[in-house]
């Protein structure tokens, strides 16, 4: 399918891949989606276009749901080239925005889970609700925050769910339209356009800041990405790096977000010299890197 047949954006590229020309259709439709693709196969282009179709179609605002401020400003930066015309607002954490300070012209809210959550009493003035990384759903710690999001813009607005990871697609959508009283399209593929190249390594309990640092200086000079699962264990990985002579930001919730932001930029540029982050969940979740 081309996308020049899609009237109500402008994407930039030229054919929607196999899995998206699928759902394209149903964005005109009356009825919640729940997509749920493998990672780096265009959900967020399905996102961009169930948000184009409702911003020229209605006068209320749309909305997106993600659980990370980095994925949350990440997304801002690039609607606010795509959506020319449209105000993009972030509202969460460590944002400088609340909901009286929106304007008419804002019609694209970003919401962090629970700042949504917290701030929104009802969605009457949003038509169209997207939820990323939906999976978190069924989530140990975070599920009942957004479990509370869902049921509250279920009672007014279209919802869209993304997913990378999503193993209960149909039970989900089950849920979704008895909630919303909506019909609910669910859409899963297993496609991908790329082959990957996945290794493990067996990590001795205790020695996974020494296996980082190895495994790191073995690939030199690859873009790597060190996921820790607490501050305390990222800064010991740091200062083993810088033992080493390898040089290497850490990224977690604790930097000013323009700080984080800038560590993005030094990984994502090939000559920046930073080839490694250490990150905590901060960037775990649909941050493009």
Same mark, same amino acid.
């Given at each position: 399918?081309?996308?020049?047949?899609?009237?109500?954006?402008?994407?930039?590229?030229?054919?929607?891949?196999?899995?998206?020309?699928?759902?394209?259709?149903?964005?005109?439709?009356?009825?919640?989606?729940?997509?749920?693709?493998?990672?780096?196969?265009?959900?967020?282009?399905?996102?961009?276009?169930?948000?184009?179709?409702?911003?020229?179609?209605?006068?209320?605002?749309?909305?997106?749901?993600?659980?990370?401020?980095?994925?949350?400003?990440?997304?801002?930066?690039?609607?606010?080239?795509?959506?020319?015309?449209?105000?993009?607002?972030?509202?969460?954490?460590?944002?400088?925005?609340?909901?009286?300070?929106?304007?008419?012209?804002?019609?694209?809210?970003?919401?962090?889970?629970?700042?949504?959550?917290?701030?929104? =009493?009802?969605?009457?003035?949003?038509?169209? !609700?997207? *939820?990323?990384?939906?999976? $978190? /759903? %069924?989530? &140990?710690?975070?599920?009942?925050?957004?479990?509370?999001?869902?049921?509250?813009?279920?009672?007014?607005?279209?919802?869209?769910?993304?997913?990378?990871?999503?193993?209960?697609?149909?039970?989900?959508?089950?849920?979704?339209?008895?909630?919303?009283?909506?019909?609910?399209?669910?859409?899963?593929?297993?496609?991908?356009?790329?082959?990957?190249?996945?290794?493990?390594?067996?990590?001795?309990?205790?020695?996974?800041?020494?296996?980082?640092?190895?495994?790191? =200086?073995?690939?030199?000079?690859?873009?790597? !990405?060190? *996921?820790?699962?607490?501050? $305390? /264990? %990222?800064? &010991?990985?740091?200062?083993?790096?810088?033992?080493?002579?390898?040089?290497?930001?850490?990224?977690?919730?604790?930097?000013?977000?323009?700080?984080?932001?800038?560590?993005?930029?030094?990984?994502?540029?090939?000559?920046?010299?930073?080839?490694?982050?250490?990150?905590?969940?901060?960037?775990?979740?649909?941050?493009?890197?």
């Amino acid at each position: 399918m081309r996308t020049e047949d899609f009237t109500y954006f402008k994407f930039p590229f030229y054919e929607f891949n196999p899995i998206q020309s699928k759902v394209i259709p149903l964005v005109e439709k009356e009825g919640n989606l729940i997509v749920s693709f493998k990672p780096g196969t265009g959900k967020t282009a399905i996102a961009e276009a169930c948000f184009a179709y409702h911003l020229k179609s209605s006068s209320q605002r749309v909305a997106y749901i993600c659980p990370f401020r980095a994925l949350a400003n990440q997304k801002a930066e690039s609607w606010k080239e795509k959506f020319h015309g449209y105000g993009v607002k972030v509202i969460s954490g460590d944002s400088s925005t609340s909901l009286s300070d929106l304007v008419e012209k804002d019609r694209i809210i970003i919401f962090t889970t629970e700042s949504f959550d917290m701030h929104i =009493k009802n969605c009457n003035e949003y038509s169209c !609700i997207c *939820f990323d990384e939906a999976h $978190l /759903v %069924g989530d &140990s710690e975070r599920g009942k925050t957004y479990e509370s999001a869902v049921i509250k813009a279920a009672e007014t607005s279209r919802i869209i769910f993304l997913s990378g990871t999503l193993t209960n697609a149909k039970d989900l959508a089950k849920w979704i339209k008895i909630i919303s009283g909506k019909t609910t399209y669910c859409c899963e593929s297993q496609w991908t356009p790329n082959k990957f190249d996945i290794r493990y390594h067996y990590v001795e309990r205790y020695k996974e800041i020494e296996t980082a640092v190895k495994l790191v =200086k073995e690939y030199q000079n690859t873009k790597t !990405i060190i *996921f820790v699962h607490s501050k $305390l /264990v %990222g800064k &010991s990985i740091m200062n083993e790096l810088k033992k080493n002579k390898i040089r290497a930001v850490f990224h977690n919730s604790t930097l000013p977000e323009g700080k984080r932001k800038r560590y993005e930029d030094l990984f994502e540029n090939i000559y920046s010299g930073i080839d490694v982050i250490v990150a905590t969940s901060t960037l775990a979740a649909g941050v493009n890197l």
